[in-house]
């Protein structure tokens, strides 16, 4: 390659302050047999600029003596995020309140396994939060092979999930497999996401036909495991779709999902509008259509806490993210007054 040649490249991992990339053609298509390390330009960190995440596409700027520099992030589709907790820099501040993980998919694979790990609480927070991105949530109920009520399971999670697609599937005996392929399509992107231990490793080696991933066994005790993945890592299929690993995550956090969790729990929200008062608070109004929804059975009440788990805990984290947002400006402001 030529010294400065301004391309165009998709980053495939991040390890601290190396990424790895892959150079994209005219169409825009990254080619997995070919990569070049590159790291920041120096006004990411001056100006405060969020950094490029695995997914991302990139302009980059080419050395044939050294590591090339990533000099703008291309706009994303669609974006993975979760709470930021740790904070920044002061450089930084503008990303505090979120943190983005992945970025440019189609498809979302929550997988988690039919044994201690199976939470239908923790299936709506990834259905919701996909929701949010505008991606597709396919919900893979792994292990089905030891499972002794797996029609019931699959059952509940469509009922607590309608806005996904929900399979039941066994790396180990092939079980389900076949219902996968139709989201393997070439150069469509798979974010996979669940806790560590459910088989997301034996997953991806399954559906690509051979071991791309490192497999770990899990403690029987309480069915978890280590952690596999230890960073996130975009690769190729040999059906040339693309996925994106993530490393376990046993929960995340709900920020600003309003939107992702009505619509996962879109049967109970159309309930509000049937309520005889519009101010109904669905706790012990005559009238209520929710109340009455439970009373009859068309509405379990297992999910109708979940739907206000959900809420709660997203306006907590809010009023949160606006009191921190608050103190640093009271801080900045402060500051400048000193000086």
Known sequence: MKTNTNIIARVSCVQKNLFTLLPCDENGNANPDSEIKGKLKGKFYNLGLEPPVVGDYVKVFTNEYGDALIDEVLPRKSVFKRP?????????????????????????????????????????????????????????????????????????????????DVFAISSLTGYGIENLKPYLQKDKTIAIVGSSGVGKSTLLNTLNGSDLMKVNHIRDADGKGRHTTTYRELFRLKTGSWIIDTPGLREIGVLDMEEGIDETFSDIVSLFGKCKFSDCTHTQEPGCAVLAAIKNGSLSEERWQTYLQLHTENDWGKKKMKQIAKFIRNYQKNRYIEE
């Open 84 to 164: 930021n907790r740790s904070g920044h820099a002061e450089a930084f501040l503008k990303n505090l309140l979120e943190e983005t993980i992945v970025a440019n998919f189609d498809y979302v694979f929550i997988v988690t396994s039919l044994n201690q790990d199976y939470s239908e609480n923790r299936i709506a927070r990834y259905v919701s939060i996909t929701l949010n991105t505008g991606a597709k949530p396919v919900v893979i109920l792994s292990k089905a092979d030891l499972c002794s009520d797996l029609e019931l399971k699959v059952e509940i999670t469509k009922a607590v999930c309608n806005k996904a």
